[in-house]
């Protein structure tokens, strides 16, 4: 199975980043997984409308990442929460790679994931996102919200800390494959 993870922020101390990839790791730890660990900053655009798409076209990094979600057996988003929604970079790269193909997350079985430093923990944005993803053919088995990263989440190991929350993750997870 090759899986790809990564964090909708373009923050490079993102913690959502960080949960993206522990729980790639977890998935990881079984046989025959490739993990692939991304970072949206590489599929920098131009802010999306329709004028500069007539300009423009379809951007490449548009096309490469559709690509990876095409290559990819199952996929593993952390959703970083601004004001509420996605984060500029992601929504920027969402746009432009729906016009692609509206079906953009290529029926591929999903886990998204969410964090914040408050105890809401970036819920809104994951109900959003959760929400929509059937409509852009997204197959999600799970969705969860870790509030409080920095109380849960051992940034020097790299690891959730709250047993709860780990049972958790490890049984959505356990979807991937199902």
Same mark, same amino acid.
């Given at each position: ?39 949206? !900053? ?22 490469? =990442? ?12 952390? =959703?970083?929460? %601004? !004001? ?7 929504? !920027? ?9 509206? &079906? ?7 886990? @998204? ?10 819920? $809104? ?6 929400? $929509?993803?059937? %409509? ?6 799970? /969705?969860? $919200? ?5 109380? !849960? @989440?051992?940034?020097? &190991? ?15 997870? /356990?979807?991937?494959?199902?």
């Amino acid at each position: 199975m090759k899986l790809l993870a990564f964090a909708a922020s373009s923050s490079s101390k993102s913690i959502n980043k960080q949960l993206a990839t522990y729980a790639a790791s977890l998935v990881k730890h079984s046989d025959g997984v490739e993990v692939e660990i991304l970072d949206i !900053n590489d599929y920098e655009m131009p802010l999306f409308s329709l004028d500069k798409e007539a300009v423009l076209g379809q951007p490449q990094q548009a096309k490469d =990442f559709f690509a990876k979600l095409g290559q990819a057996d199952a996929i593993i988003i952390s =959703f970083a929460e %601004h !004001n509420g929604y996605y984060t500029s970079a992601y929504k !920027n790269l969402f746009d432009w790679t729906s016009r692609i193909d509206k &079906k953009l997350y290529q029926n591929k079985p999903m886990i @998204f994931l969410a964090t914040s430093p408050g105890p809401g923990g970036a819920g $809104s944005v994951l109900a959003a996102a959760t929400a $929509s993803a059937p %409509h852009f053919t997204g197959d999600v088995k799970a /969705s969860i $919200s870790i509030p409080s990263f920095f109380d !849960n @989440f051992d940034s020097e &190991k790299q690891v959730l800390t709250n047993p709860e929350l780990i049972d958790k993750l490890q049984s959505a997870l /356990s979807l991937l494959n199902a």
